[in-house]
């Protein structure tokens, strides 16, 4: 059984497309990687102030709630 050799004259060229084809690939999954970790920090932040926003509204209610039955209460002794 005779071996052909030139068969083998473009395997360099098929390795380093193999390789370019891999770096690609390699890439675009990090960058689509890096895209939806962006998107979920930017979920997870818009998350965060709207609770933040939530627990300021609420302490504000429950101070002036406050401050009403401070004026009621000063109302009943007068």
């Known amino acids: 059984m005779e071996v052909n050799w030139r068969a083998l004259d473009n395997f360099p060229l098929l390795m380093y497309i193999l390789a370019a084809k891999t770096l690609l690939l390699c890439l675009g999954f990090a960058g689509v990687k890096l895209y939806q970790s962006r998107k979920a920090d930017a979920e997870?932040?818009?998350?965060?102030?709207?609770?933040?926003?939530?627990?300021?509204?609420?302490?504000?209610?429950?101070?002036?709630?406050?401050?009403?039955e401070e004026e009621e209460g000063n109302k009943k002794e007068d």
């Open 44 to 68: 997870l932040k818009k998350r965060e102030e709207l609770k933040r926003r939530a627990r300021e509204a609420l302490l504000a209610q429950q101070e002036e709630d406050e401050g009403e």
